[in-house]
């Protein structure tokens, strides 16, 4: 059966943080212990929801951690928090499903591969092209390419985003064309 529903992403609004913050309160506790957490180093509400309060203040470039809002067909069902935030090198992030019924359903959809947050807001690209900069090395960005490509959903896996066999097929001759344009390597007839 055809999945239609439709996963966006968005930031973290003041609206959110209780959601947020009753998620953490809320959970069976042997559910977070499946995810790591210390049961007796939880937050109460009022800390965590002043933490994300906090957080919002915060220029982009200074965060520690920041949250983003995960909708399905526009109803907020769960959070990423990106945390270990090394502003311009690495970050982590993590996905929470909110409902219990919603968690291993397969909610993603080739619609949200390339979401339309992750394309404006992409900062990866300059983080990669920086590196390479500094270390005089070229540097050829394959998002634009594609995000441009018509049927994205053909060259990625469904459930991760990641490359298929078609994406990185793509990927290789996409490569040898700048190289090759660039005059990082002469073809040889």
């Known amino acids: 059966m055809k999945n239609n529903k439709s ?3 968005r930031e973290m609004q003041l609206g959110d943080i209780e959601l947020i913050a009753n998620y953490w309160q809320e959970a069976e ?29 915060i220029p982009l470039h200074e965060k520690m951690s920041y949250t983003l809002i995960w909708e399905l067909d526009g ?15 690495k970050a982590f992030i993590h996905f929470h499903l909110w ?16 979401n ?7 900062n990866i ?42 994406g990185y097929e793509e990927i290789a001759k996409y490569i040898g064309r700048q190289l090759i344009e660039k005059n990082h390597m002469i073809k040889k007839d």
Request: aromatic letters at 8%; glycine letters at 6%.
């Open 75 to 89: 109803k907020q069902v769960g959070h990423s928090n990106i945390n270990k935030i090394e502003f311009g090198e």
């Open 116 to 122: 339309s947050y992750f394309e404006k807001n992409n």
């Open 125 to 166: 690209d300059s983080i990669y092209r920086s590196i390479a900069n500094t270390n005089n090395l070229p540097y050829i960005e394959l998002t634009n390419h594609f995000i441009g490509l018509q049927n994205k959903s053909e060259y990625l896996f469904k459930y991760d985003g990641h490359p298929n066999e078609k």
């Open 99 to 114: 409902q219990s019924e919603n968690r291993r359903k397969g909610i993603r959809t080739p619609s949200d591969i390339l």
């Open 29 to 57: 506790p042997n559910f977070l212990v499946s995810l790591g957490v210390d049961l007796d180093r939880r937050v109460t509400s009022n800390v965590l929801q002043k933490a994300l309060t906090d957080q919002m203040n």
């Open 7 to 9: 996963l966006t992403v």
